[in-house]
């Protein structure tokens, strides 16, 4: 009997030990850590994504103008009192040379310029979500440098990014951005060859053509 009675207390303390454990809240405590079936999108401040950059540049333009002008005037005196009164009078006497006058001007201007270029950028650069939209979209910056072969290259990036356009692996393509931009400096040993020299800049800012 007492065995019995010992048995039931046991339980009933237990019972009650267990109520209490889960007693004040309905549902467990959520962790800080996210679940482990969730994306690694960026959706905060802070958070970082990767921009897969694939830009190609295309420019052809082409000009062509063409200007003409022409202009004629004559001068004819044929009443002999009103050349006597007219300066051409003090003009010696040429035989063969009449009393007409006539002056005929004409100029023209054709030019052509065609212009062409081609580039074509890849790469890849991890940004930083610095702000969030009150419609979601964030306002993502990204600055990367690197030093290769004694020239440091440095890309920045800047632009609006929607975060339906975010992959699972937390990527963008350069093309969905809004208000992208890409800047690339080049400070080094290749720039000194790459920019001109003193007297081809001067002749440049002298040349009319």
């Known amino acids: 009997m007492n065995t019995k009675k010992i048995a039931i207390t046991f339980l009933l303390c237990m019972h009650f030990a267990a109520g209490d454990c889960f007693a004040g809240s309905l549902y467990a ?3 800080g850590s996210r ?5 690694d999108k960026a959706f905060q401040i802070g958070d970082i994504l990767t921009i897969i ?3 190609e540049i295309d420019i052809e333009t082409e000009s062509s103008r063409d200007l003409k002008n022409a202009a004629k005037r ?3 005196f044929t009443d002999q009192k009103l050349f006597e009164h007219s300066p051409f009078k003090y003009l010696p006497h040429i035989p063969g040379i009449t009393d007409d006058f006539g002056v005929e001007s004409s100029k023209s201007h054709n030019s052509i310029s065609d212009y062409e270029e081609k580039r074509s950028i890849e790469d890849r650069i991890t940004v930083v979500v610095e702000d969030v939209h009150p419609n979601g979209n964030l306002v993502v910056i990204g600055t990367r440098s690197r030093n290769v072969a004694r020239d440091l290259i440095t890309v920045q990036v800047s632009g609006i990014v929607r975060p339906r356009d ?3 692996a937390n990527t963008v393509q350069s093309h969905q951005i809004a208000n992208f931009k890409l800047v690339t400096l080049n400070k080094g040993l290749s720039e000194d060859y790459n920019r001109p020299g003193w007297l081809a800049r001067i002749l440049d800012g002298l040349w009319p053509f």
């Open 29 to 31: 405590k959520r962790s």
């Open 35 to 39: 679940p482990l079936l969730s994306d």
């Open 53 to 55: 950059i694939k830009e």
């Open 74 to 76: 004559e001068i004819s």
């Open 166 to 168: 975010i992959t699972f």
